[in-house]
């Protein structure tokens, strides 16, 4: 399991790491590689356009994962889970479209602050989407097809690229951008929460098709479109 992901596993116990400080501390023998706080000394919080390896996330995405967390500050990014490193395994993968949903980063509001995840995640489908989404999600035009709802969007689009082990095949690709958690209560701001979500998948999304070298990047637009088909 990545390294960032267990940290936030034993958010729990970081927090009560830095509520009973020194006592702790020296229950567990602590040799140095936490901080005063009960936190890792190599833990850090850095702008959302850090994160992911740092070429993920564009300004404009950076904006909406304000709006999706309340955040502008995230925990970083284990450095070798980047959309470089989910393009390479994407590629290997290809042409077979049995390896599921695959990690290509996760996003952790700070430690000491409301917990907030977002999994983002590559998998591959045999052809373009046809059925009709559930209604909870609005269409967009973008790719082959997008959707967003108020915890969740997806991008799906073509990708014909040299670095593809059948580079005469089109590849169909799907990122998701997911509230990782339990459901929460129907939001208010609807719109903007739909929006921000495919935001963000969009900048996945383009940043994939940029890696993997797709064919006029995968037929996605450079800003995000958020009209509805």
């Known amino acids: 399991m990545r390294t960032v992901f267990n940290r936030r596993s034993v958010r729990g116990g970081l927090l009560a790491a830095a509520v009973v400080g020194s006592l702790l501390l020296g229950a567990t023998g602590c040799s140095g590689d936490e901080d005063k706080d009960g ?63 695959e990690d290509v980063c996760r996003i952790f509001t700070p430690i000491g602050t409301r917990s907030f995840q977002l999994r ?19 269409v967009l035009k973008m790719g082959e097809r997008t959707v967003a709802a108020t915890e969740k969007a997806y991008v799906f689009f073509a990708c014909r690229s040299p670095r593809l082990l059948d580079s005469s095949s089109v590849a169909h690709i799907a990122i998701g951008v997911e509230y990782w958690g339990m459901p929460r209560d129907p939001q208010d701001n609807v719109e903007a929460l739909k929006n ?23 037929g996605l637009p450079p800003k995000p479109v958020l009209d509805p088909a």
């Open 39 to 101: 936190l890792p000394k190599d833990y850090k919080v850095v702008a959302g356009t850090q994160l992911c390896g740092g070429h993920a996330i564009s300004h404009d995405a950076s904006k909406a994962l304000k709006v999706i967390t309340g955040s502008s500050r995230f925990e970083a990014s284990e450095e070798k889970y980047t959309v470089a490193q989910a393009a390479t395994e994407l590629a290997f993968a290809f042409p077979s479209t049995d390896v599921g949903r």
């Open 120 to 138: 983002i995640t590559w998998s591959l489908e045999d052809s373009a989407p046809t059925d009709a989404p559930a209604s909870k999600f609005t």
């Open 196 to 218: 921000a979500y495919a935001t963000v998948a969009h900048s996945f999304s383009l940043a994939m098709a940029k890696e993997l070298r797709c064919d006029k990047n995968g």
